[in-house]
Each structure stands twice: as C-alpha cells, then as structure tokens.
C-alpha cells in the first residue's frame, strides 16, 4: 500500500459519491484529449480511463506508475509522465486539439500551478480541479471581497471560472487539515478587457496588491502617478481590492500614454 507523501502535498480522494460528481461535472468523452495531474491512486484515473478509453497522466511520485499502469491495462490506454507539471511545457503533449485538464491538485502547488498554466491557456479547453477551499474562493471572488487579489484578476482575464462544489476532508486519505472545493475554468477564445501589454498588466497587477493595504496611488507611485490614475476614471485613494478587472486594464493602457 502506498502511503501518502508530504512532500508530494498527497491527499488521497476515495469518497466514491464525491468522485462521481466530479466525473458528471467533467463529463467526459471518448476521442477528448484529457489530461490528468497527479492521479495518485487512481480514484480518478480509473473511471476516466472507463469513459475515454485514452488519458495521459502527469505524475511526479515515479512509485504510483506501476501499479497505475497495472490496473489501467484492461480499462483503456493510459499513458504516464514522469514529470513535475510546474515545470512541464503542455505544448510539448499539443496534438491539436484542446487539452481538457483535470486534477486533484496538491494544496503546496496549486496557485503557482495555475499561473504556470495561463500560459498555455490556448491550449486548453477547460479545466476541472479540486484546490483548497480558500484557494477556490479567491479564484471566483469578486471586487470588494476579501478574498479577491492577484489571483481572482489574472485567472478572471482569461478564464471564466466557476465554484462547483465543496468536499470535506473525511473523503481524503488521509484528511488535509482544510475544506476543499472543485472549480471549472474555461478559457476564453479573447480576454475580458484589451490590452497593449499582457507582461506589463500582469506586474501592474502585481504591484497593486503588493501591499494591499496601500491606496492604488501609493502602491503604484514608481509607475502611474496620482493625476495619470484620476484620469482613467479612477478614484486614487481606493485600494486594490476595489477595482474592477476593467479598472486594471485602463491603468494598463495608461502606461503607454
């Protein structure tokens, strides 16, 4: 039996009622091109595989691979990457048609994991996670919610992101510490707001929740001054935290005035 390792973040799913909601939220089809990170033990690997009858999984603990391989073999073709997916490059899998991504993902990886992606977001049809709860709330949260910040902003310019469905720690093995929830995010074929410079939104966007407790004249003074902010229609004395996705991409443009 495999034990979970910390230093792989592992929390292993086996709730079957939470793995079927998931598998109807995914809805997979045979001749889809999914892609799997981190299948673990297979709770998931599995009953995709029964579906599509194909998967490519990427996987990081070299010991899960045979015995995935083993039980996979009368279920469908499955194909596994050794590989850590921060560093991997989803190009290199592109076949032409879109990746549907689909992962339990470690709690330690899961915000720079989805930056990693966003830059093979058109690659990508969509994407099915299960994150920390926390982590889920930021990514749908809202100007003027507590939880909004970089990630809310950078995920919502390109993806629609959708909050699906909580799950409890009882249905891991063994249990996190934390609530976790299931997300979707669907890229989009434009991005919500037009820019001139995707790197310069992305560092703008950065530096005004650097220090969030900072007014956006304050956080941004090395780049926009006071009057340049006023003049796109946006009140300097607010916080980062009460701008709108809109509002990010004027004081964008504004950079280059």
């Known amino acids: 039996m495999h034990r979970a390792r910390k230093r792989f973040g592992q929390h292993f799913l086996h709730d079957r009622s939470v793995i079927e909601r998931i598998?109807?939220?995914?809805?997979?089809?045979?001749?889809?091109?999914?892609?799997?990170?981190?299948?673990?033990?297979?709770?998931?690997?599995?009953?995709?595989?029964?579906?599509?009858?194909?998967?490519?999984?990427?996987?990081?603990?070299?010991?899960?691979?045979?015995?995935?391989?083993?039980?996979?073999?009368?279920?469908?073709?499955?194909?596994?990457?050794?590989?850590?997916?921060?560093?991997?490059?989803?190009?290199?899998?592109?076949?032409?048609?879109?990746?549907?991504?689909?992962?339990?993902?470690?709690?330690?990886?899961?915000?720079?994991?989805?930056?990693?992606?966003?830059?093979?977001?058109?690659?990508?049809?969509?994407?099915?996670?299960?994150?920390?709860?926390?982590?889920?709330?930021?990514?749908?949260?809202?100007?003027?919610?507590?939880?909004?910040?970089r990630l809310s902003v950078m995920l919502q310019f390109h993806c629609q992101c959708q909050y699906l469905f909580e799950v409890a720690p009882a249905c891991f093995k063994p249990p996190p510490r934390v609530d976790s929830a299931v997300i979707r995010l669907i890229p989009l074929q434009q991005p919500t707001q037009e820019i001139d410079d995707y790197a310069q939104f992305s560092q703008l966007v950065q530096k005004a929740f650097g220090q969030r407790r900072k007014t956006i004249s304050n956080s941004l003074k090395s780049i926009l001054d006071r009057e340049t902010i006023s003049a796109c229609g946006i009140n300097p004395g607010l916080r980062a935290e009460n701008l709108e996705i809109a509002d990010f991409a004027k004081l964008s443009r504004a950079l280059n005035l």
């Open 23 to 149: 598998l109807r939220a995914i809805d997979p089809r045979p001749g889809e091109f999914l892609l799997e990170i981190g299948p673990g033990q297979g709770a998931l690997t599995y009953p995709l595989l029964q579906r599509c009858k194909s998967l490519t999984a990427i996987e990081l603990d070299r010991d899960l691979i045979p015995v995935l391989e083993k039980n996979a073999g009368a279920l469908g073709r499955l194909e596994i990457i050794n590989a850590d997916i921060l560093k991997f490059e989803l190009a290199g899998i592109a076949t032409g048609r879109k990746i549907r991504l689909v992962g339990n993902l470690p709690y330690n990886i899961s915000t720079p994991l989805m930056f990693h992606l966003l830059e093979s977001a058109h690659l990508i049809q969509d994407m099915h996670f299960m994150v920390q709860k926390e982590v889920a709330q930021r990514i749908v949260a809202g100007s003027g919610d507590p939880s909004y910040g």
